[in-house]
Protein backbone atom coordinates (compact mmCIF):
# COMPACT_ATOMS: atom_id res chain seq x y z
CA UNK A 1 0.00 0.00 0.00
CA UNK A 2 1.73 4.02 -1.05
CA UNK A 3 1.89 5.57 1.80
CA UNK A 4 -0.25 8.97 2.33
CA UNK A 5 0.76 11.29 -0.15
CA UNK A 6 -0.53 14.62 1.94
CA UNK A 7 0.47 15.58 5.64
CA UNK A 8 -0.50 19.00 6.68
CA UNK A 9 1.88 20.30 9.06
CA UNK A 10 0.54 22.97 11.17
CA UNK A 11 -2.11 24.97 9.31
CA UNK A 12 0.59 27.08 7.28
CA UNK A 13 2.44 24.12 5.66
CA UNK A 14 1.64 21.02 3.94
CA UNK A 15 3.89 17.83 2.84
CA UNK A 16 3.31 16.09 0.07
CA UNK A 17 5.50 13.16 -1.48
CA UNK A 18 5.13 10.62 -4.80
CA UNK A 19 6.58 8.45 -6.57
CA UNK A 20 8.93 9.30 -9.19
CA UNK A 21 10.61 5.94 -10.77
CA UNK A 22 12.25 3.35 -8.61
CA UNK A 23 11.69 6.55 -5.36
CA UNK A 24 9.96 8.99 -3.92
CA UNK A 25 10.01 12.42 -4.59
CA UNK A 26 8.58 15.46 -1.63
CA UNK A 27 7.60 18.73 -2.53
CA UNK A 28 6.68 21.21 0.75
CA UNK A 29 3.74 23.88 0.33
CA UNK A 30 2.67 26.89 2.41
CA UNK A 31 -0.38 28.60 2.32
CA UNK A 32 -0.51 31.56 0.71
CA UNK A 33 -3.76 33.58 0.78
CA UNK A 34 -5.57 30.94 1.73
CA UNK A 35 -4.31 28.49 -0.78
CA UNK A 36 -1.30 26.43 -1.21
CA UNK A 37 1.39 26.57 -3.07
CA UNK A 38 4.31 24.40 -3.85
CA UNK A 39 7.36 26.33 -2.49
CA UNK A 40 10.08 23.29 -2.38
CA UNK A 41 10.49 19.82 -4.52
CA UNK A 42 12.85 17.81 -4.19
CA UNK A 43 15.28 17.27 -7.27
CA UNK A 44 15.16 13.97 -8.78
CA UNK A 45 16.32 12.16 -11.60
CA UNK A 46 13.87 11.52 -14.95
CA UNK A 47 15.20 8.03 -15.23
CA UNK A 48 17.60 5.70 -13.80
CA UNK A 49 20.10 6.79 -16.86
CA UNK A 50 19.83 10.58 -15.62
CA UNK A 51 21.82 10.72 -12.82
CA UNK A 52 25.60 9.33 -11.67
CA UNK A 53 24.60 5.69 -9.40
CA UNK A 54 26.48 6.38 -6.94
CA UNK A 55 25.98 9.88 -5.99
CA UNK A 56 21.96 11.25 -6.83
CA UNK A 57 21.28 14.93 -6.37
CA UNK A 58 18.75 13.77 -3.82
CA UNK A 59 18.55 11.03 -1.03
CA UNK A 60 16.82 7.71 -3.34
CA UNK A 61 14.08 7.44 -1.08
CA UNK A 62 12.20 3.72 -1.77
CA UNK A 63 10.81 2.37 1.56
CA UNK A 64 8.54 4.30 3.24
CA UNK A 65 7.05 4.13 7.28
CA UNK A 66 4.72 6.48 8.63
CA UNK A 67 3.89 7.02 12.72
CA UNK A 68 1.49 9.22 14.46
CA UNK A 69 2.61 10.74 17.58
CA UNK A 70 0.91 12.93 20.09
CA UNK A 71 1.76 16.32 18.13
CA UNK A 72 3.46 15.12 14.97
CA UNK A 73 3.67 12.20 12.08
CA UNK A 74 7.32 11.31 12.05
CA UNK A 75 8.20 9.52 8.39
CA UNK A 76 10.90 7.50 8.31
CA UNK A 77 12.66 6.59 4.49
CA UNK A 78 15.05 4.27 3.48
CA UNK A 79 17.04 3.47 0.22
CA UNK A 80 20.22 2.98 -1.64
CA UNK A 81 22.43 3.93 -4.51
CA UNK A 82 25.82 2.16 -5.47
CA UNK A 83 27.31 0.73 -2.47
CA UNK A 84 25.82 3.65 0.07
CA UNK A 85 22.59 3.78 1.73
CA UNK A 86 20.35 6.76 2.78
CA UNK A 87 17.87 7.18 5.42
CA UNK A 88 15.28 10.23 6.69
CA UNK A 89 13.67 10.70 9.71
CA UNK A 90 11.35 13.59 8.77
CA UNK A 91 8.96 14.91 11.39
CA UNK A 92 5.96 16.76 10.83
CA UNK A 93 4.78 18.41 14.34
CA UNK A 94 1.27 20.42 15.07
CA UNK A 95 3.05 23.61 15.61
CA UNK A 96 4.02 24.10 12.10
CA UNK A 97 7.48 22.91 11.74
CA UNK A 98 8.61 20.45 9.74
CA UNK A 99 12.13 18.54 10.76
CA UNK A 100 14.37 16.59 8.16
CA UNK A 101 17.34 14.55 9.74
CA UNK A 102 18.63 12.68 6.62
CA UNK A 103 22.10 10.59 6.99
CA UNK A 104 24.01 8.31 4.06
CA UNK A 105 26.31 5.77 4.93
CA UNK A 106 29.00 6.09 2.70
CA UNK A 107 32.21 3.74 2.02
CA UNK A 108 35.10 6.99 0.25
CA UNK A 109 34.87 10.32 -0.17
CA UNK A 110 31.34 11.19 -2.13
CA UNK A 111 31.86 13.42 -5.05
CA UNK A 112 28.41 14.87 -4.02
CA UNK A 113 26.55 14.69 -1.09
CA UNK A 114 22.82 16.36 0.08
CA UNK A 115 19.62 17.04 -0.73
CA UNK A 116 18.44 19.53 -3.67
CA UNK A 117 15.34 21.66 -4.05
CA UNK A 118 13.76 23.78 -6.72
CA UNK A 119 12.48 26.57 -4.68
CA UNK A 120 9.90 27.26 -6.68
CA UNK A 121 8.47 30.94 -5.40
CA UNK A 122 11.12 33.97 -4.75
CA UNK A 123 13.43 32.83 -2.20
CA UNK A 124 16.01 34.53 -0.75
CA UNK A 125 19.16 33.31 1.28
CA UNK A 126 19.70 35.06 4.39
CA UNK A 127 23.04 32.82 5.10
CA UNK A 128 24.74 29.49 4.97
CA UNK A 129 22.24 28.50 7.62
CA UNK A 130 19.11 29.96 7.08
CA UNK A 131 17.09 30.85 3.60
CA UNK A 132 13.38 32.71 3.56
CA UNK A 133 11.26 30.51 1.18
CA UNK A 134 8.06 32.86 1.22
CA UNK A 135 7.25 35.43 3.23
CA UNK A 136 7.02 34.31 6.77
CA UNK A 137 9.00 30.82 6.43
CA UNK A 138 12.41 29.60 6.83
CA UNK A 139 14.32 27.09 6.10
CA UNK A 140 17.35 26.72 9.13
CA UNK A 141 19.78 24.31 9.31
CA UNK A 142 22.22 22.90 11.89
CA UNK A 143 25.46 24.61 11.42
CA UNK A 144 27.32 22.25 13.13
CA UNK A 145 26.40 19.38 10.28
CA UNK A 146 25.36 21.51 7.62
CA UNK A 147 25.27 24.22 5.09
CA UNK A 148 22.76 25.50 2.58
CA UNK A 149 23.73 26.79 -1.17
CA UNK A 150 21.36 28.70 -3.05
CA UNK A 151 21.62 29.01 -6.67
CA UNK A 152 19.57 32.19 -7.28
CA UNK A 153 20.10 32.20 -11.00
CA UNK A 154 18.85 28.05 -11.40
CA UNK A 155 16.37 28.61 -7.83
CA UNK A 156 17.91 25.87 -6.94
CA UNK A 157 18.58 24.88 -2.67
CA UNK A 158 21.59 22.22 -1.74
CA UNK A 159 21.14 21.31 1.86
CA UNK A 160 24.73 19.62 2.38
CA UNK A 161 26.83 18.34 5.11
CA UNK A 162 29.80 19.53 6.23
CA UNK A 163 32.09 15.92 6.16
CA UNK A 164 35.05 17.02 8.65
CA UNK A 165 36.72 13.15 8.87
CA UNK A 166 38.07 12.49 4.94
CA UNK A 167 40.28 9.71 6.35
CA UNK A 168 37.96 7.45 8.24
CA UNK A 169 35.62 5.13 5.89
CA UNK A 170 33.37 3.91 5.65
CA UNK A 171 31.30 6.41 7.73
CA UNK A 172 27.82 7.64 7.98
CA UNK A 173 27.38 11.11 7.28
CA UNK A 174 24.40 13.45 8.75
CA UNK A 175 22.60 16.63 7.12
CA UNK A 176 19.70 18.26 9.64
CA UNK A 177 17.63 21.11 8.64
CA UNK A 178 13.91 22.28 9.98
CA UNK A 179 11.56 24.32 8.33
CA UNK A 180 9.17 26.95 9.79
CA UNK A 181 7.29 29.92 10.71
CA UNK A 182 9.18 33.19 11.32
CA UNK A 183 11.11 33.77 13.86
CA UNK A 184 13.86 31.13 13.08
CA UNK A 185 14.62 29.66 16.31
CA UNK A 186 16.98 25.78 16.85
CA UNK A 187 14.97 22.86 16.50
CA UNK A 188 12.93 22.05 20.09
Not at 90 to 112: H, K, Q, S, W
Not at 125 to 149: M, Q, V, W, Y
Request: with cysteine.
Amino acid sequence: MAPPSDVDVGDAMRFHRQRHGDRYSHSIYCKIDAQYCAVLESIEPESARDEPAEWPASPPLKDWHDEKRDRATVLMAVGAAGKSHWSASIELCNDGTARFDVAARINAMPAYLGSEYACLLGSGALDETSIELTPGILLNCDPGTTRLRFDKADCRLVVEPLITQTDVWPQTIRWRYWIRGTPALPPP
